[in-house]
């Protein structure tokens, strides 16, 4: 059983940077994707970034210039370093990974980790 353990939130100030990290245990299937999604309290989750095998990256727009999605390595397989950080960008941050188990597609969640803004 795959599991995603997303680490590194916590409460800045308008302005400061946190990084995110992913850590995973378990057989991960043939990746596709791995991605951060944001859900802020009361709306839908989001997407803030994707990153593909190939290297692909693709940003939300607000996450565009402020944000940076970087693979990692076996065990700490995703992060987000996010630079300047607004009030809106609090929300609950989650790991994504899509792939391919054999013939099974695989989609995974982490449980999410807190970020909070003050300005």
């Known amino acids: 059983q795959v599991q995603l353990v997303e680490s590194g939130g916590g409460s800045v100030q308008a302005g400061q940077s946190l990084t995110l990290s992913c850590a995973a245990s378990g057989s991960l299937p043939n990746i596709n994707t791995l991605a951060w999604y944001r859900q802020p309290l009361g709306k839908l989750r989001e997407l803030v970034a994707r990153?593909?095998?190939?290297?692909?990256?693709e940003y939300a727009d607000y996450a565009r210039g402020r944000f940076t999605i970087s693979r990692g390595d076996a065990k700490n397989i995703l992060s987000l370093q996010m630079d300047n950080l607004e009030p809106p960008d609090a929300a609950v941050y989650y790991c994504?990974?899509?792939?391919?188990?054999?013939?099974?597609?695989?989609?995974?969640w982490g449980q999410g980790t807190t970020v909070a803004v003050s300005s």
């Open positions: 994504y990974v899509d792939g391919w188990s054999g013939p099974r597609a695989v989609n995974i």
């Open positions: 990153i593909n095998t190939a290297g692909s990256v």
